[in-house]
């Protein structure tokens, strides 16, 4: 086919992702789709995929897209006449020990949230259901009727038909080569073959992707591994529709296939493999048999299924994969290049994802934002260090097996680390800090002390860092405690035009004076929550924003991406110019007034205030803000002072109670407080007025920010959900997320965030109910509520505020 001078939209990579992106857009009416593929469909990675059908997940979008291939693929075949090869065999998940079984459990649990039919089983029922498996190694396991396989090179093919029959062209043996970027905008595609413009593009080029974007400078931080299966030879016992097994325990998959059995492995040590080796045509390629480092996998599916020591192997398959560093897909919009969409980085699951991402995108292209919340996703989440090739390559050697590992609560990575420590670092390690790490950043999480070994030991009940955190938390609510928070992301938005963008950015009143702080949300058109965030007005044209690391990038995307284009404004990241030392606590104004001559009374400096003042023998910032629910300061100073200031802080506040505090505590404390985080207690899938967090939308200014008319329109029809507060009624249970809330037996939300309370003395929660105006309180107050934690329901206590300080006479003391 001759390639056409313009398209629409040209998507550049004809695997089962590209072709599903192709298919949705057609089917939203976009019919000027080209795909190019430099070989043939398939050619790439999809082609050897194993073709697993899964639909259960940890996150509601996760599931929701997954449930989506279910259907999909089982109506693609009436639509298109193409045969998709999906089988709705059933899977089971197994458990060889008991806390194993424990994490499927809450998945199964899950299951209830979001309409997936699961169920927990015996050994015994799991012998009856897959008779192969020698169930004496078994503790038990779950069962999805709904799960399968499909066959993806049909699937694709069928994806194909789809789009060719909704416009779309489908060019193959063209070789993508570079973008048209005019003035940071997509303009068209470069090929061997010649350049076609366009007013989009999508790359879907998996494994591939990470070279290509580098002809514009942009950052796509994935890297292949070497990804095994073998097949065996056919046996009489092997019947048809077995149901697919996964074995977390033994890191393996087996599918029956044809009368034989597949089974792949997701290591927990892997092969990272560098794309140079690879020759120029790898199409349909293979990397040859690793006997060496399948044995242990292989020797782990023959202690399942005995059968398979008698078997031979009748194909060893060792292909390339892509993954990413924290396991999260790659989607969005370019940062630096507006309409270039990336769609790639599945991690081993872009089969059953294609159906769901591919409709996704699609919509996130046609109405230029995305319609559910794909922020966990999103390319602009990256800081761009993630680039870094020995970076990817040791942190990929682990985050396969991350697959199938076990999903413990806290779980961190132990690769690729260090890459970024705060100035105190050191420092916090002679006092037995414990890292975890979040955006590169080496952050401290607790304390060890009184004898616990500083490392984690992981548990479903409580870990063994419980007993310190207690005592971090504790200090912040009677005394006083210290937190390093330098690894908080720092950015000045200053210029001429600063206030007036930001009044049409955020949802908060931005103009106040110098000197003031302000919490804003930052919404999409729908008026989803984007950011959560404070800023600072240091001066008529300049403000600080303060958000956390893991969203600063993100953030920072979402501000240079709404400026105008005539605006003056300039965007600065000054991260790693300032240190911060939080100090939180009712004896924090005591230790400030040690260590400073500033007055730090509420008259001269209130709430959400923020002066300079001298500090030991360093001048400084300080800011009247908490995220404990407590009096306290943050202070931000340039990073070659904060070690001095540190030392006198510790020395200082000694007699005070003053104890050093990590990231868990600070997460019991908000949660105690109902302080919401972003990512999880609001998501741009939930507003502002759902959140309760209507105080800080301004309806009063008269700047029509982003999100404004969808809140007005909510506000005057009423919202349907609404953030609520729960509290177990048992001490002994830790709650964690995303478990189901019962109200008189009946399912009426999920969990979003949870923690251990240690001043309410057991864990509490939030999550979003069913809203009406018409006693709320009342229908919490007087409801039977529980919370179901691995299939056991605990009685809960709900309430309309949070438990601790609601009328906040702790933080305004």
């Known amino acids: 086919m001759t390639l056409p001078s313009?398209?629409?939209?040209?998507?550049?990579?004809?695997?089962?992702?590209?072709?599903?992106?192709?298919?949705?857009?057609?089917?939203?009416?976009w019919r000027d789709v080209v795909i190019l593929e430099r070989g043939q469909l398939t050619c790439g990675t999809t082609w050897h995929a194993a073709g697993l059908v899964g639909q259960l997940r940890s996150s509601h979008t996760g599931t929701e897209l997954c449930r989506y291939a279910v259907q999909l693929f089982n109506e693609l075949k009436?639509?298109?006449?193409?045969?998709?090869?999906?089988?709705?065999?059933?899977?089971?998940?197994?458990?060889?020990?008991?806390?194993?079984?424990?994490?499927?459990?809450?998945?199964?649990?899950?299951?209830?949230?979001y309409n997936v039919e699961a169920h927990m089983v015996s050994p015994e029922e799991i012998g009856r259901r897959h008779p192969l498996i020698d169930t004496k190694r078994l503790v038990g396991g779950a069962y999805i009727p709904g799960d399968g396989s499909t066959n993806p090179v049909d699937t694709t093919q069928a994806l194909a038909k789809g789009a060719r029959q909704g416009g779309a062209k489908i060019i193959e043996g063209v070789t993508v080569?570079?973008?048209?970027?005019?003035?940071?905008?997509?303009?068209?595609?470069?090929?061997?073959?010649?350049?076609?413009?366009?007013?989009?593009?999508?790359?879907?080029?998996?494994a591939w992707s990470r070279e290509l974007a580098k002809s514009v400078d942009l950052k796509v931080p994935l890297y292949a591994a070497e990804h095994m299966y073998v097949v065996t030879e056919g046996h009489k016992a092997i019947t048809p529709n077995l149901p697919?097994?996964?074995?977390?325990?033994?890191?393996?998959?087996?599918?029956?296939?044809?009368?034989?059995?597949?089974?792949?492995?997701?290591?927990?040590?892997?092969?990272?493999?560098?794309?140079?080796?690879?020759?120029?045509?790898?199409?349909?390629?293979?990397?040859?048999?690793?006997?060496?480092?399948?044995?242990?996998?292989?020797?782990?599916?023959?202690?399942?299924?005995?059968?398979?020591?008698?078997?031979?192997?009748?194909?060893?398959?060792?292909?390339?994969?892509?993954?990413?560093?924290?396991?999260?897909?790659?989607?969005?919009?370019?940062?630096?290049?507006?309409?270039?969409?990336?769609?790639?980085?599945?991690?081993?699951?872009?089969?059953?994802?294609?159906?769901?991402m591919g409709r996704a995108m699609a919509e996130w292209i046609v109405q230029g934002e995305p319609t559910v919340d794909l922020s966990s996703f999103d390319i602009s989440r990256f800081s761009g260090f993630e680039i870094n090739e020995r970076y990817l390559h040791d942190r990929i050697s682990e985050t396969v097996g991350r697959l199938q590992q076990m999903p413990w609560p806290n779980r961190q990575f132990e690769s690729a680390r260090p890459v970024r420590e705060?100035?105190?670092?050191?420092?916090?390690?002679?006092?037995?800090?414990?890292?975890?790490?979040?955006?590169?950043?080496?952050?401290?999480?607790?304390?060890?002390?009184?004898?616990?070994?500083?490392?984690?030991?992981?548990?479903?009940?409580?870990?063994?860092?419980?007993?310190?955190?207690?005592?971090?938390?504790?200090?912040?609510?009677?005394?006083?405690?210290l937190f390093d928070m330098s690894h908080f992301g720092k950015t000045f938005i200053e210029g001429p035009d600063a206030e007036v963008e930001l009044q049409r950015i955020c949802a908060n009143d931005m103009s106040v004076e110098p000197g003031n702080l302000v919490y804003t949300q930052m919404l999409n058109t729908r008026g989803g929550i984007v950011a959560d965030l404070t800023f600072t007005r240091i001066s008529e044209n300049r403000y600080m924003m303060v958000t956390s690391s893991g969203a600063q990038s993100r953030d920072i995307n979402w501000i240079?991406?709404?400026?105008?284009?005539?605006?003056?404004?300039?965007?600065?990241?000054?991260?790693?110019?300032?240190?911060?030392?939080?100090?939180?606590?009712?004896?924090?104004?005591?230790?400030?007034?040690r260590v400073s001559p500033a007055d730090f009374s509420n008259d001269a400096f209130p709430f959400r205030s923020s002066k300079e003042i001298e500090i030991g023998y360093a001048i400084a910032t300080a800011q009247r803000v908490t995220y404990v629910g407590e009096l306290g300061w943050e202070i931000y100073l340039p990073t070659e002072f904060v070690g001095p200031v540190f030392d006198l802080l510790i020395k200082e506040g000694e007699d005070l109670g003053l104890r050093l505090a990590g990231g868990h505590a600070l997460e019991s404390l908000r949660i105690e407080k109902g302080y919401r985080s972003f990512g999880h207690d609001i998501t741009p899938a939930d507003t502002p007025l759902e959140a309760g967090l209507g105080f800080a939308v301004a309806f009063r200014k008269q700047a029509d920010f982003t999100g404004r008319k969808a809140?007005?329109?909510?506000?005057?029809?009423?919202?349907?959900?609404?953030?609520?507060?729960?509290?177990?009624?048992?001490?002994?249970?830790?709650?964690?997320?995303?478990?189901?809330?019962?109200?008189g037996g009946v399912y009426v939300g999920r969990t979003t965030s949870a923690a251990f309370g240690y001043t309410v003395g057991s864990s509490i929660a939030m999550g979003y109910v069913p809203y009406s105006p018409d006693d709320?309180?009342?229908?919490?107050?007087?409801?039977?509520?529980?919370?179901?934690?691995?299939?056991?329901?605990?009685?809960?206590?709900?309430?309309?505020?949070?438990?601790?300080?609601p009328d906040n006479g702790r933080i305004k003391g």
């Open 776 to 805: 709320w309180a009342g229908w919490l107050g007087n409801g039977q509520f529980e919370i179901d934690l691995a299939g056991v329901r605990h009685a809960a206590i709900a309430s309309p505020r949070p438990f601790y300080d």
């Open 244 to 356: 697919v097994l996964r074995d977390g325990d033994g890191f393996v998959y087996v599918k029956e296939d044809a009368g034989k059995l597949l089974v792949g492995t997701f290591e927990p040590v892997a092969k990272p493999l560098p794309m140079s080796k690879l020759p120029t045509n790898f199409f349909f390629g293979e990397l040859g048999p690793d006997w060496d480092h399948f044995e242990k996998s292989l020797l782990n599916a023959v202690e399942l299924i005995p059968l398979l020591g008698s078997l031979g192997i009748r194909h060893f398959l060792n292909g390339p994969e892509s993954f990413t560093p924290d396991n999260g897909f790659i989607l969005g919009e370019a940062p630096n290049v507006a309409k270039l969409y990336v769609a790639t980085g599945f991690n081993s699951q872009g089969i059953v994802m294609s159906a769901g």
């Open 422 to 481: 705060t100035p105190l670092h050191s420092r916090l390690q002679k006092f037995g800090a414990v890292f975890g790490s979040g955006a590169g950043w080496e952050r401290a999480n607790w304390y060890a002390r009184d004898g616990v070994k500083p490392e984690y030991e992981y548990s479903y009940a409580r870990q063994n860092w419980f007993g310190c955190v207690g005592g971090e938390h504790r200090a912040a609510r009677d005394d006083v405690a």
């Open 78 to 113: 009436e639509e298109t006449g193409q045969e998709t090869g999906f089988r709705r065999t059933g899977s089971l998940a197994l458990a060889r020990t008991p806390e194993r079984l424990t994490a499927i459990a809450r998945l199964v649990t899950l299951g209830s949230c």
């Open 711 to 743: 809140l007005e329109k909510q506000k005057a029809e009423g919202v349907q959900q609404r953030l609520a507060f729960f509290r177990l009624v048992d001490s002994d249970p830790i709650l964690l997320h995303d478990e189901p809330i019962y109200r």
């Open 177 to 206: 080569t570079g973008f048209n970027v005019e003035n940071g905008v997509i303009r068209g595609i470069i090929t061997d073959n010649g350049k076609i413009s366009c007013e989009k593009a999508v790359l879907c080029a998996g």
């Open 560 to 593: 240079r991406r709404n400026l105008r284009p005539d605006s003056r404004v300039v965007v600065t990241d000054v991260t790693s110019g300032f240190a911060v030392l939080s100090v939180m606590g009712p004896k924090s104004r005591e230790l400030m007034r």
């Open 6 to 29: 313009h398209a629409q939209v040209v998507v550049v990579g004809g695997g089962i992702i590209g072709t599903s992106v192709a298919y949705h857009l057609t089917k939203l009416g």
